[in-house]
């Protein structure tokens, strides 16, 4: 039973372009979290999404971020006209129920040059 | 909006000893969880508790809910403990996790 699976692992853009994070959950979850971690900063919730439902997205930027989890395929996490600001580390965890245990990717190191 | 504030940010021991991180928050939880980040930065979640204690191998977690405080404990601490450990809550209906910002902890040899 493969674990969260993020990808890229890293990836890297210039000011301007756009940004898409996979996130494929655990099988038989349908609960997942994206979260940020900027350097030298604690992470912080960005939303919360089951199938085809953004249930919570109150850590979002109102601009350029979205997020959506289609019933067929990954978790996206959308940045367009990336920022330096934007560099992060983005996780995605899930859950097979809501508010249980997470388990979290790997990350996605995002960096805008 | 809860705040959650951890202690200590820094922990440097020897291996063997008997570690104790704080974590507390200002108002009441539905979940509290303690996470593990590794030097890769991969995320492992330890545990996740809303009352009473809960143990797994040589670590500890405890939870005072009037106190609105947990503590992490490792026993036999062993360099491969070293790590950032990270205290966050889920509370007031909230889905989204609400962290601390962790506690380096490095077990030195």
């Known amino acids: 039973n493969a674990g969260v699976m993020q990808n890229p692992r890293h990836l890297v853009r210039r000011r301007g372009q756009e940004a898409r994070l996979r996130c494929s959950p655990m099988?038989?979850?349908?609960?997942v979290y994206w979260y940020r971690q900027l350097p030298e900063e604690g992470l912080k919730f960005m939303v919360y999404?089951?199938?085809?439902?953004?249930?919570?997205e109150s850590g979002m930027p109102k601009e350029r971020f979205s997020a959506e989890f289609p019933k067929e395929g990954p978790s996206i996490l959308r940045i367009q006209q990336v920022v330096r600001g934007d560099s992060a580390a983005y996780f995605c965890?899930?859950?097979?129920?809501?508010?249980?245990?997470?388990?979290f990717g790997s990350g996605t190191q995002l960096s805008v040059l | 909006k809860n705040e959650v504030e951890q202690s200590p940010q820094n922990l440097t021991a020897q291996e063997g000893e008997f570690i104790t991180i704080n974590c507390s928050y200002s108002?009441?939880?539905?979940?509290l969880h303690w996470l593990q980040q590794h030097p890769g930065g991969g995320i492992v979640s330890l545990f996740m508790?809303?009352?009473g204690k809960k143990k797994h191998g040589r670590l500890i977690a405890t939870i005072n809910i009037q106190e609105k405080h947990s503590s992490l404990h490792i026993t036999a601490s062993h360099p491969r403990d070293s790590a950032v450990y990270i205290c966050?809550?889920?509370?007031?209906?909230?889905?989204?996790?609400?962290f601390g910002k962790g506690t380096h902890l490095i077990i030195q040899p």
């Open positions: 999404l089951q199938k085809e439902n953004i249930i919570d």
């Open positions: 099988k038989g979850h349908s609960h």
């Open positions: 508790l809303s009352s």
């Open positions: 108002v009441g939880i539905s979940a």
């Open positions: 966050a809550e889920t509370g007031g209906g909230a889905d989204g996790l609400t």
């Open positions: 965890a899930s859950s097979p129920q809501r508010r249980e245990k997470l388990f």
